[in-house]
């Protein structure tokens, strides 16, 4: 057996900077216990704050760990439970219920050692069993309700064939509970970044009697144990969020803050005004013109990699967009510091010259400037771009109509301006169409769109994380991009290492992007973020959220 030493120890010592109620719910919440109550710590009563409050960027989904599939119901997600692992600020998994694992020698099987000490917000231990279920749970929901339900699907023996199965018949998958303390997963084949996959939600432990089957319901009324560091007691999905320490959490002792807010605030000028008046304590998702601002220069924080592209409908929808001439025309059609001028943040944004953002390692080094140093996959030409498009069939007298779908805030609003300027260059005119963000999303999970606005921060620290995106298997609600000889190049970078794997990936990349125009990409760019000065303990990883479990905030 291989064996990985306990990845992190001594979690309080952190100090560090880290994207979807019914009946049956019997269990006690912290508020009717008083057995376990954590006395307030020497530093809380020190000039920190016990009531922290934050604000994301729009309207959560559900709080179902199966449900979570975008950025703002993950800063809410973060709080309230506890992944066998978490990122770190690197991208690194660190320990989070999980204290030790081993590999076998053949890197199917994982044996996850939990930790005895971790409980949920009732008192109730954390158990194997439970991710047993959690995982059996988010396969049953199916694609349609599962946003991250590929990280499962994709890797752990048989859980493909169980998609649209019940529970109860889903022995054959390869996970079980050798105990009541250690977790075996089974994988389909080796997958050499599986733990880096452990933090998404879909991994999370959940409880039959009250995470009921095929449903969600449950998470929308603040009537459930939780995992995390805290559990909620006020859910308003047009307001805020409110929850409160869970005095079982296994590392309660070095949780300073007592009652946690989530300000629910679409408008980056609000959130940005809300602190500025002490509203709020931390804005999640602050407009990048922050940077511009110089009282709070030293409030700005900057995470993340974040590629920012233009999903192009390949398959269905528009003809004129089956046709590789007009994708390649669209990628070739921006100047991509347009951009990068018109929302003027000084270093926050990047012209991205494809797919994966810089801050991804590649093979020596960064998997995107290794790229660009040998070809740059997307540029502007816009002689070139009118040349495809006249083979295409269109001219100056016979211009392409297109629809550019997207939610409003001022980043976007910026962004969909310059693409209707920069695409009328092309004989392409772009109207714009705007939606609520649950809509949207929606409609782009369906592909109800000709070009729609979509970006993506790393889940964890591979280019397959970004690659995979463009694979048929993960169209689940439709064809919209990919191909078999695309499915199989990544596929075949699975069993590959090193310089092999990565000049693999770079060439997956280039046929996807360049040669098969599925995406556009635009800029690349970091999350901005304003945090109160003085602020410590809050942990920022690459995916562009953010995990408050010990932080503190000076009063």
């Known amino acids: 057996m291989k064996t990985f030493k306990k990845l992190i120890v001594g979690i309080a010592a952190l100090s560090l900077a880290a994207c979807s109620g019914k009946g049956g719910n019997s269990a006690t919440t912290p508020a009717a216990t008083s057995e376990a109550t954590t006395e307030p710590s020497a530093e809380t009563s020190s000039g920190y704050k016990t009531t922290f409050t934050y604000a994301v960027g729009g309207e959560p989904t559900y709080m179902d760990p199966a449900r979570c ?191 946690m807010i989530a300000k629910i605030m679409p408008s980056m000028e609000a959130s940005q005004m809300a602190f500025q008046t002490g509203e709020i304590d931390y804005d999640t998702g602050a407009s990048s013109d922050v940077v511009n601002v110089p009282e709070l220069k030293d409030a700005v924080s900057i995470s993340g990699n974040v590629n920012y592209y233009m999903n192009i409908q390949c398959y269905e929808g528009n003809e004129a967009l089956k046709d590789v001439r007009v994708r390649r025309a669209i990628q070739l059609g921006f100047d991509r510091s347009a951009f990068v001028t018109a929302l003027d943040a000084g270093d926050v944004y990047y012209e991205l010259y494809g797919f994966i953002p810089v801050g991804i390692p590649g093979a020596h080094g960064d998997f995107r400037t290794e790229s660009d140093n040998t070809e740059k996959l997307v ?119 090193g310089e092999e794997r990565m000049q693999a990936l770079h060439d997956a990349e280039h046929y996807a992007i360049a040669e098969q125009c599925w995406n556009c990409p635009l800029f690349g760019y970091g999350s901005v973020s304003l945090q109160k000065p003085g602020t410590t303990g809050v942990i920022n990883n690459p995916q562009a959220n953010h995990i408050f479990w010990y932080v503190k905030c000076p009063e």
């Open 69 to 259: 599939g975008d950025s703002v119901t993950a800063e809410i997600h973060n709080e309230i439970w506890y992944p066998l692992f978490y990122l770190g600020e690197d991208g690194s998994p660190l320990n989070g219920d999980c204290i030790d694992y081993t590999i076998s020698d053949d890197l199917l099987t994982y044996t996850f050692k939990l930790d005895p000490n971790a409980k949920w917000s009732d008192g109730e231990p954390i158990t194997a069993d439970q991710y047993v279920f959690g995982i059996k749970r988010c396969i049953g929901m199916g694609y349609d309700n599962a946003g991250y339900l590929t990280m499962i699907t994709n890797y752990i023996e048989n859980a493909e064939a169980h998609v649209e199965g019940d529970v109860a018949d889903m022995d054959d998958v390869g996970v079980k509970a050798i105990d009541d303390y250690t977790l075996e997963i089974k994988l389909n084949g080796p997958c050499p970044f599986f733990v880096s996959l452990l933090p998404t939600q879909v991994f999370a432990a959940l409880r039959p009697e009250f995470a009921t089957e095929h449903d969600s319901e449950w998470s929308s009324t603040p009537d459930f144990p939780t995992t995390g560091a805290f559990y909620l007691t006020k859910i308003d999905s047009a307001s805020e969020y409110v929850m409160e320490k869970n005095p079982y959490f296994a590392h309660a002792d070095d949780v300073v803050v007592e009652h």
């Open 379 to 497: 540029y502007c030409d816009k002689d070139e771009a009118r040349a495809l498009m006249e083979e295409a069939g269109f001219s100056e007298t016979n211009r392409l109509a297109l629809e550019y779908y997207y939610n409003q805030n001022s980043m976007h609003d910026t962004v969909a301006a310059v693409i209707a300027e920069q695409l009328k260059d092309i004989y392409i005119d772009v109207t714009l169409k705007t939606a609520e963000l649950r809509t949207f999303f929606d409609d782009r999970s369906y592909g109800r769109y000709d070009l729609a606005r979509n970006a993506f921060s790393a889940d964890y620290m591979d280019p397959w994380n970004y690659l995979e995106l463009m694979v048929t298997w993960n169209n689940t609600r439709g064809t919209f991009f990919g191909d078999e000889t695309y499915d199989n190049m990544l596929k075949a970078t699975m069993t590959m290492e």
